[in-house]
Nanobody
Framework: QVQLVESGGGSVQAGGSLRLSCAAS????????MGWFRQGPGEERVGVAA???????DYTDSVKGRFTISRDNAKQSVYLQMNSLKSEDTAMYYC????????????????????WGQGTQVTVSS
């Protein structure tokens, strides 16, 4: 059975860092683009970063230079290093896997398509 399990969320002060992890099982992660999405209170879910099966990476503009996505196919895992966190980064963060390239996935993937985790909460206080 397909599972994506996120971890690493928590509460941090503005300017701090967190590293999110997502462990995949039940499918071959190396054959999929892996991405991170977030959904703030009262907001729609949006793409944050994605890394595809060819290693191409894309980010949403608001996190460029602050967040870094990486993957370890041997561990069926994807990571999101988040530095210089801001209060507006507060959201539930979701891991997702789908077929496609990084740019398309980060800007277009919607819930209901691909595989999704249950999310991990990130709260940044100012």
């Amino acid at each position: 059975q397909v599972q994506l399990v996120e971890s690493g969320g928590g509460s941090v002060q503005a300017g701090g860092s967190l590293r999110l992890s997502c462990a995949a099982s039940g499918f071959t992660a190396a054959r999929h683009c892996m991405g991170w999405f977030r959904q703030g209170p009262g907001e729609e879910r949006v793409g944050v970063a994605a890394i595809d099966q060819d290693g191409r990476i894309d980010y949403t503009d608001s996190v460029k230079g602050r967040f870094t996505i990486s993957r370890d196919n041997a561990k069926q895992s994807v990571y999101l290093q988040m530095n210089s966190l801001k209060s507006e980064d507060t959201a539930m963060y979701y891991c997702a896997a789908a077929r496609g390239d990084a740019s398309w996935i980060v800007h277009n993937l919607k819930a209901g398509f691909g595989y999704w985790g249950q999310g991990t909460q990130v709260t940044v206080s100012s």
